[in-house]
């Protein structure tokens, strides 16, 4: 499986981005989706996932209330809408798929798009 990552940029804080991730060359229906980011200096981080035919969501607790993620299985792309936006956002958002119960056992990753949130 390959994952295309897109959407990210530069935003004020308060403001909303929209990433998504194109993912192609295997069944998407197969793989729970999820969104890392890795913020300079820091290790990768688990942001949001999403079952596999989008009945349940995950967020990290830092971007409840803020952050959403669904999918789009006849599209294959899985989306993380953001909303009111904060610099402590500002990282590397990698889109992740996985055939494991865990977030923390990661198939396949794609290539990271940066999201810079200024103050």
């Known amino acids: 499986v390959q994952l295309q990552a897109s959407g990210g940029g530069l935003v004020q804080a308060g403001g909303s981005l929209r990433l998504w991730c194109a993912a192609s060359?295997?069944?998407?229906?197969?793989?729970?989706m999820a969104w890392f980011r890795q913020a300079p200096g820091r290790e990768r981080e688990f942001v949001s996932g999403?079952?596999?035919?989008?009945?349940?969501?995950f967020h990290t607790d830092s971007v409840k209330g803020r952050f959403t993620i669904s999918r789009d299985n006849y599209r294959n792309t899985v989306y993380l809408q953001m909303n009111s936006l904060k610099p402590e956002d500002t990282a590397v958002y990698y889109c992740?798929?996985?055939?494991?119960?865990?977030?923390?056992?990661?198939?396949?990753w794609g290539q990271g798009t940066l999201v810079t949130v200024s103050s």
């Open positions: 992740a798929a996985t055939t494991s119960s865990t977030w923390s056992s990661i198939d396949y």
């Open positions: 999403i079952s596999r035919y989008g009945a349940s969501t």
């Open positions: 060359g295997g069944t998407f229906s197969s793989h729970r």
